[in-house]
């Protein structure tokens, strides 16, 4: 990910109100090539609206889209055939096999008739729905009516990719597959995926943005969201512990405190590293030094923390 | 884009059983009223030989089995009509369609073109039946050309309201009844207006297709039929269009 990529995707101050109630307020986003998005919330922050927006599916009341260049409301037929979408519920016609469904699909984002068979080996291969050509989407199990929602959307080869919630009720080994198929796709096309689970930004996206209450309050790579507002600190256990007040002196150390017998928190300025001190005392003062672990940051401790913030 | 959806459309209503059941009763219907006008027809064929002017096979046996499919089209159309929006709005798919890169015109037609081209085949399966008679006797062309012309158009018109009303709801059930209640209404009105040249027949579609039925074509009735289902489509797009800015 570079910033001199162009971007695929730009979104400028979008709202949508539902009657009086204003469901998303001011979103602005960019997305640029082989970059992998996650869009944070709470249920009902207004992240699948947005993305509806993003798609066409819905008009936003005020600003604007465009889409490699096109602009979703003058030109939506060029804008609308470089974007694939998975919404919530995949839109699957349950009585259609999942080759005539994919065809269908393919044939609605004017993909050329040379190409179509290509891609639809190509897409069932991605998405492991290499046996299942034939299958009649109704009787598939939701995992697989979920591949078949995402081959959906990555038939036409779409330069952006916009998948709400792909992983929702899927058993763990489908989501590693999905995750990775994700990761994959996001190398050569923009993703924006929505989403509440926390692990799954950790695992794919390379930015982040927070929505609460139809605002974006928060956006960053998901590295540095990891460290937001993260005071640097370990755990230290000891054997034979000294005093609270001789850790404390210790250069570096803002604050030691004692979490049982043995064991205690220390945190120190980003800075320093009084660890290593710490293990040269307990050396020579007979400590008896067990085990130091580092203190992380979960990324629902951050997210609790930042949507708390607002 | 049009012929695309058209195509997924009449292939989907084969995918679902109850499609071939319907046809398959709609045979048997068809062919019981068939037998039952040619037998009456064969009976009073020898007195009917005498009059100056007498009705032929065409006439006594096809204009009224037209008639017949005609009313039954009342209660066919909708119960195809219903599934075509409503459905898929209640199982979310329609978002692909508004998301895909075809317009609010696109889908509707291609809708329409899909449903047309399934009525058409129980139309032509119906002037296959009238062909039979060939078999025994001269068939005036012209006058069963003319029915299954008003026959076509009729179901069109038909078809063009069930798919505004399938448009304006999520529950296929309740497209079909307001479907059905609106084109018994428009019967209704036809029945009750006892004068043929009453103001309120020319308002039902039943009305103008019995100008067809009795073999005239009148370009009244045509550009009826003809507005009628604009006027039905056009309100259908608005309402798919609608979609994309209420949500």
């Known amino acids: ?310 | 884009m049009i012929l695309t959806i058209a195509r997924k459309e009449f292939r989907s209503l084969f995918a679902t059983p109850s499609t071939w059941l319907i046809l398959g009763a709609l045979q048997f219907i068809f062919a019981w009223f068939f037998l039952a006008r040619l037998d009456a027809f064969l009976q009073v064929q020898t007195q009917l030989a005498q009059l100056a002017n007498a009705p032929g096979a065409t006439q006594a046996v096809a204009a009224p089995l037209f008639g017949t499919i005609a009313l039954i089209m009342m209660m066919l159309v909708p119960a195809f009509t219903m599934r075509l929006i409503a459905e898929e709005r209640r199982n979310q798919t329609l978002t692909l369609l508004l998301t895909a890169p075809v317009s609010s015109m696109h889908i509707v037609l291609g809708k329409y073109l899909g449903l047309l081209l399934f009525l058409l085949l129980i139309i032509a399966d119906c002037a296959l039946l009238v062909l039979v008679l060939t078999a025994g006797t001269q068939l005036d062309t012209g006058l069963v050309l003319s029915n299954a012309l008003g026959l076509l158009l009729l179901t069109a018109s038909y078809a063009a309201l069930g798919l505004y009303v399938s448009a304006l709801t999520a529950q296929p059930v309740v497209a079909a009844i307001a479907t059905l209640a609106a084109l018994f209404g428009l019967w209704l009105v036809e029945v009750s207006a006892v004068d043929s040249d009453h103001a309120w027949r020319a308002l039902a579609p039943t009305g103008h297709f019995q100008s067809f039925n009795s073999g005239l074509l009148n370009s009244a009735d045509l550009v009826y039929f003809v507005l009628f289902s604009a006027a039905f489509l056009l309100l259908a797009i608005r309402r798919v269009h609608n979609n994309r800015i209420y949500g």
């Not at chain 1, 990555?154 to 009720?169: A, S, Y």
């Not at chain 1, 996206?205 to 998901?222: F, K, L, N, T």
Request: charge should be neutral; hydrophobic fraction near 40%; aromatic fraction near 4%.
């Open chain 1, 1 to 310: 990910m570079s910033d001199a990529a162009p971007p695929t995707l730009s979104a400028h101050n979008l709202s949508r109100r539902f009657g009086q109630r204003e469901v998303v307020h001011g979103v602005s986003l960019e997305l640029r090539r082989g970059e992998v998005l996650g869009l944070l919330g709470h249920n009902g922050a207004g992240k699948s609206t947005t993305l509806q927006m993003l798609t066409g599916a819905l008009m936003p009341h005020s600003g604007q889209i465009e889409i490699c260049g096109f602009d979703l409301a003058r030109q939506p037929m060029q804008a609308k055939a470089r974007v694939g979408f998975l919404p919530e519920t995949p839109p699957l016609y349950r009585e259609m096999s999942v080759d005539d469904y994919l065809l269908f699909s393919a044939r609605l984002h004017r993909v050329p008739h040379i190409q179509i068979a290509v891609d639809l080996a190509e897409t069932r291969r991605r998405c492991g729905l290499q046996d299942c050509g034939k299958k009649i989407i109704g009787t598939l199990s939701k995992g697989y009516r979920q591949r078949v929602g995402i081959a959906q959307a990555i038939i036409h080869q779409p330069e952006v990719i916009i998948l709400d919630e792909p992983t929702v009720g899927l058993d763990p080994a489908q989501i590693r597959d999905i995750r990775a198929l994700i990761r994959e796709l996001g190398d050569a096309h923009s993703v924006i995926l929505s989403t509440h689970l926390l692990g799954e930004v950790e695992s794919i996206c390379d930015r982040v943005e927070i929505m609460h209450h139809g605002r974006i309050i928060y956006g960053d790579s998901s590295v540095k969201m990891q460290q937001y507002g993260h005071q640097p600190g370990f755990i230290v256990t000891l054997m034979a512990p000294p005093g609270l007040l001789e850790l404390q002196a210790i250069a570096g150390v803002q604050q030691a405190e004692q979490l049982s017998a043995t064991q205690f928190r220390i945190l120190h300025t980003p800075d320093s590293d009084p660890g290593s001190t710490l293990l040269a005392l307990a050396a020579q003062n007979g400590w008896q030094a067990k085990q130091l672990v580092p203190l992380q940051a979960r990324l629902e401790d951050v997210f609790v923390q930042i949507t708390e913030n607002q």
